[in-house]
């Protein structure tokens, strides 16, 4: 069960580049993997990207 914990963990800190071999990566694929937007409204994302 421990080891169980520690492995979900591991994948949690890895997936939102927390770990220390997650450090390397490119800015971009950062962004891409962690951040989103959330609109109510279809247009409201792009305008707030072209912002």
């Known amino acids: ?6 492995e ?3 994948f ?3 997936k939102q580049h927390l770990a ?3 450090k390397n990566k490119c800015l ?3 962004v891409k993997d ?3 937007l959330h ?12 912002n």
Do not use: F, R
């Open 1 to 6: 069960m421990q080891k169980d914990i520690e």
């Open 8 to 10: 979900i963990n591991q």
């Open 12 to 14: 949690v800190l890895y």
């Open 20 to 22: 220390l071999h997650s």
């Open 28 to 30: 971009i694929d950062v």
């Open 34 to 36: 962690i951040c989103g």
């Open 39 to 50: 609109a109510q409204v279809a247009s409201t994302p792009y305008l707030s990207l072209w």
